[in-house]
């Protein structure tokens, strides 16, 4: 059968991290890929070697714009594991706090780009409607929407005050009944279970062998998660659950994230409560020579940051590895053997920055152009209503 | 396994190979090991004691290259570092990724940007460097110097 090359990426303007991905489909099915990254390739780490401690927090933070508080905070535990020393325990909540609000936004974030990746944009417009909300707490707590600069090596830069809990507390218990009422309508859905189920599997041996991370490796019955695994923070204070599901398709992906923001919901307000009194900075004066690792469940994975010092004031090395490092390559796990329809979806699954689907372009090998972006994110919403009619749902 | 039995482990098993041990505290090991012993050693940590492999981290320490092999066994809470140094002026390395995928992307970017040898990748394409990037020009080396006069990004701040 003839074979066509569809160029996937990699420019898109709806989320960072441009990702550029080669498929070659025979007819509708996807038989090979090659994955090519690094069109934003900041040089964030060779940077950081020219900032001191302190100011090496801020730039990190800017790596990514949906997690932006994972990287502060697995860096800074990797500065404090230099030394090493444990932060107070007001400052370890109140991390604890923003690395969960930040989880519940991504995940419904997420929610809603899946939702209208399968034509479904009511789910799109709820889960983005609901995250708001989740923003506004972050910004009575913050002072930001994003981008919250909380963290510092050693503690936290602010207090949250006592006045402002019992309104975070009323804003979040305000999403409950509608987050219950979307989780209903996406699990129990007939054509969303026809269209996701069985769709790009990840085996449970393929996620060991790629060291997938995050939901992504949960959703192949690969119990791992940091935040029991290796408790940091205020995690091992509080009762939650691990989600864990087998089958390693797209809908057990969504499945955990799903699951997964309820669990959030309730790390974070169980930590609102509850906030020890206390210092919430331990005044780091010096870091001494020798080397540390921080690693953190971001909502996307384990987020993991290397730093070296030797003794002066600034970091002599700094690695600083994404989860997305990871579970990317396993859409070579996935993809191949499903259809083209189906790409957006799976892609999607993993929960990259969505960079790839928009600015799609199939082309023939003549460089005719077959299909734009859109008229992919179309052929995915068309099957969608296809099977719709198939199964007699309106 | 215990935390010690597993390093206990790993010392009677790999004795001939192990230079130095650093236990630095309860979560974390360093380990360093000939690296022409990488593929065994990593092979048997993350097969056989169910490890995850975390990332590689390469530095450029200026007399010599060292890699760092981060793999994490859960159960235990226990991240262990694998130190291998290499030749700054010819590193070269047996590769991971044809033992476990996991390696395949790390290897690449570390050839990239430190001018690693990965012996026997499958996949040596570039990932992360723009096309027009010069060959042998290594980012993260020590003595990088700009190459590109159009550039502003390393005026320094």
């Known amino acids: 059968m003839k074979r066509t090359v569809v160029p996937l990426g990699p420019y898109h303007p709806l989320q960072e991290e441009p990702e550029f991905f080669m498929l070659t489909v025979e007819g509708e099915t996807v038989v090979d890929i090659d994955v090519r990254?690094?069109?934003?390739?900041r040089g964030i780490e060779k940077l950081s070697e020219r900032k001191t401690f302190d100011q090496s927090t801020f730039v990190i933070e800017r790596i990514c714009g949906i997690c932006s508080t994972s990287h502060p905070f697995a860096y800074t535990r990797a500065v404090e594991d230099i030394i090493?020393?444990?932060v107070p325990e007001r400052a370890k909540y109140i991390r604890t706090i923003i690395a969960e609000g930040e989880r519940v936004h991504s995940h419904l974030l997420w929610l809603g780009l899946a939702g209208h990746f399968l034509g479904y944009n009511t789910v799109y417009m709820w889960a983005w409607k609901l995250r708001e909300e989740i923003l506004d707490v972050m910004e009575i707590l913050s002072g930001n929407r994003n981008n919250y600069a909380m963290f510092k090596p050693g503690g936290v830069r602010r207090d949250i005050k006592a006045e402002d809990i019992p309104i975070c507390l009323k804003k979040i218990d305000s999403i409950i009944p509608t987050c219950v009422m979307l989780k209903k309508a996406v699990l129990d859905d007939p054509v969303l279970h026809a269209r996701t189920k069985g769709v790009g599997v990840?085996?449970?041996e393929a996620s060991i062998n790629y060291s997938a991370l995050g939901p992504t490796s949960r959703a192949s019955g690969v119990a791992r998660d940091l935040r029991k695994d290796c408790p940091y923070g205020a995690y091992d204070q509080i009762d939650w659950d691990m989600i864990v599901t087998e089958n390693g398709d797209v809908f057990d992906k969504a499945v955990v994230r799903i699951l997964e923001t309820f669990e959030s919901i309730k790390i974070l307000k169980t930590c609102l409560q509850n906030l020890p009194p206390g210092e919430i900075d331990a005044d780091l004066t010096s870091i001494p020579p020798g080397e540390g690792i921080g690693h953190i469940e971001a909502p996307r994975g384990e987020?993991?940051?290397?730093?070296r010092s030797d003794g002066t004031n600034r970091p002599a090395r700094h690695k600083v590895r994404a989860p997305t490092f990871m579970n990317l390559p396993t859409y070579k796990a996935t993809v191949i053997g499903e259809s083209l329809s189906d790409a957006t979806i799976i892609l999607a699954a993993i929960d990259p920055c969505y960079c790839c689907t928009e600015r799609m372009a199939v082309r023939n090998t003549k460089g005719k152009r077959l299909y734009s972006g859109e008229d992919l994110v179309r052929l995915s919403q068309e099957k969608t209503a296809r099977l719709k009619k198939e199964m007699g749902v309106k | 396994m215990t935390r010690e039995e597993v390093l206990k482990d790993i010392q009677t098993k790999f004795g001939e190979v192990i230079?130095?041990?650093?236990d630095k505290s309860p979560k974390r090991a360093y380990i360093e090991i000939k690296p022409t012993a990488i593929v065994p050693v990593a092979k048997y940590i993350f097969r056989d004691?169910?490890?995850?492999?975390?990332?590689?981290?390469?530095?450029?320490?200026?007399?010599?290259?060292?890699?760092?092999?981060?793999?994490?066994i859960e159960s235990i809470n226990l991240l262990i570092s694998l130190r291998v140094k290499l030749d700054r002026e010819n590193p070269a390395i047996d590769s991971l990724a044809t033992s476990?995928?996991?390696a395949n992307w790390i290897e690449r970017e570390m050839h990239e940007l430190l001018g690693i040898e990965f012996k026997g990748h499958p996949d040596m394409r570039r990932l992360l460097l723009s096309d027009q990037w010069p060959e042998g020009v290594y980012?993260?080396?020590q003595d990088y110097e700009e190459w590109d006069e159009t550039a502003i990004r390393d005026r320094g701040v």
Not at chain 2, 19 to 22: D, G, L, R, Y
């Open chain 2, 49 to 72: 004691l169910g490890a995850r492999f975390n990332i590689a981290s390469g530095v450029d320490a200026g007399t010599h290259i060292e890699i760092l092999y981060h793999l994490t």
């Open chain 1, 37 to 41: 990254v690094g069109y934003n390739h």
């Open chain 1, 202 to 204: 990840l085996t449970k």
């Open chain 2, 139 to 141: 980012p993260l080396r």
């Open chain 1, 84 to 86: 090493p020393m444990e």
């Open chain 2, 19 to 22: 230079i130095e041990v650093f």
């Open chain 1, 303 to 307: 987020t993991f940051h290397y730093v």
């Open chain 2, 100 to 102: 476990f995928e996991a």
